[in-house]
């Protein structure tokens, strides 16, 4: 785990009086979206399907607050949509640093150079960039050439300022691990504070249906990839949920560890599936039938879901649940994976599931482009501890 020593003692003490006061569901982290139009879009997300005068809504900056008061998680994750092409987002930003919410402000970097200006570096304020791997696969899987160029400056101008900036992965079938490795030198390289990585999630409405990652594989490629690792790189998430991940452990879902609250409302049951609204947090927490949700219900929608949205918030509790997860946490954060298969698993030739399959370049306009244009166009989602 990577970030502020007073994030990492926010969260831990938080958790540790959720757990003292005996109760089982909490939330850790508020996914935020104040908006859902973007100005990519992505072939493998079908977050942001909405007709043009659902994108051009936005969530007041008092609606925002009034949402992240009502949850009382101590992390905010503002994804989208692109927050930075809400006309308020530094007046959001501002009012959650001042309620000393630790925020990740998700972002495809299209537009962090140009408005950088609008905020101020706080330890409160990391802007988790979306860099899908290195260059020709991240352009692939924004479907934008130049789009990862685009991201490094951004960053590299953040970390000049002095701002906080992880990224965030989402991973396909058909990803190299061996790529997604140097992909982690190249971030490491450049400043970049921590990484976050997840596996993609089938949406049904995402354009491109092939690329999905089974659970098998989502294990296989995440072994390859974490183990025999760098001590250099940094992760930030859960080492239990990386182990998950690398299939050396299990947990069931535990969704409402990362609730939503967007234009419609508090999203029933997490970021990834839409089965109706709540008014207020409690109604959510209250109305949902959280058992019929997880790779344990039988739920086809979540069959293959390995999301941290899911399933990070479980790998935190069993840290703070057990004396065998603390343990097995603070080993796993100086554990390098030794792995002589996981190494064999890297000279492999990569073979997705299905064949590889061009996208189309999909044009979303420049940069700059007034947000009428750009909430016609969509794409793309966005954390975190």
């Known amino acids: 785990m990577a970030g502020p020593v007073s994030q990492m003692w926010t969260v831990s003490s938080y958790v540790l009086r959720q757990r003292l006061s005996g109760r089982k569901r909490y939330p850790i982290v508020l996914m ?78 299209l537009l962090l150079k140009e408005k950088l200006h609008l905020f101020k570096p706080s330890k409160y ?41 992880t990224t965030n992965t989402t991973l396909f079938d058909g990803a190299d691990p061996k790529s997604v490795r140097a992909f982690f030198d190249e971030m490491m390289g450049i400043g970049v504070e921590s990484m976050m990585l997840s ?65 419609f409302g508090w999203q029933k049951p997490c970021y990834l599936l839409q089965d109706g609204y709540a008014e207020t947090f409690q109604e959510l927490m209250e109305t949902t039938n959280w058992d019929a949700y997880g790779t344990q219900s039988g739920n086809p929608q979540c069959a293959n879901c390995m999301v941290h949205c899911g399933y ?22 100086f554990s390098l994976y030794r792995d002589k298969d996981a190494l064999k698993d890297l000279d492999r030739e990569v073979r997705p599931v299905y064949s590889y399959n061009p996208l189309v370049q999909i044009h979303a306009g420049e940069p700059g482009q007034d947000e009428q244009t750009a909430s016609e166009t969509h794409v793309q989602a966005g954390p975190i501890y």
């Not at 997300?45 to 659902?54: F, L, S, V």
């Not at 991940?245 to 609730?259: A, D």
């Not at 479980?314 to 603070?330: E, H, N, Q, Y």
């Open 32 to 109: 935020l979206e104040p908006l859902f139009r973007c100005n990519l879009a992505c072939a493998g997300c079908g977050k942001i399907q909405y007709p043009a005068h659902i994108l051009k809504k936005d969530l007041t900056p008092e609606e925002c607050f009034k949402a992240v008061d009502e949850c009382g998680a101590p992390v905010v994750s503002i994804p989208g949509g692109e927050p930075m092409m809400h006309p308020q987002i530094d007046k959001i930003v501002e009012g959650l640093v001042a309620r000393k919410k630790y925020i990740y402000l998700c972002t495809n970097a």
């Open 199 to 263: 596996p993609g999630y089938s949406y049904d409405k995402a354009p491109d249906q092939k690329h999905f990652l089974g659970r098998a594989r989502t294990r296989r490629l995440f072994r390859a990839m974490l183990s025999n690792r760098k001590k250099s790189w940094r992760f930030n998430q859960s080492p239990l949920f990386l182990e998950y991940l690398m299939g050396k452990r299990n947990y069931n879902c535990t969704p409402w560890g990362m609730p939503t609250y967007n234009l």
């Open 125 to 165: 304020l990391s802007f988790s960039v979306h860099v899908d791997g290195q260059r020709e696969h991240h352009d692939f899987s924004v479907c934008r050439e130049g789009g990862y160029d685009i991201a490094v400056d951004g960053i590299r101008e953040a970390v000049a300022r002095g701002f906080r900036v």
């Open 312 to 333: 990070e918030p479980s790998a935190v509790d069993d840290t703070f649940g057990s004396l065998r997860g603390f343990i097995g946490t603070v080993k796993a954060q």
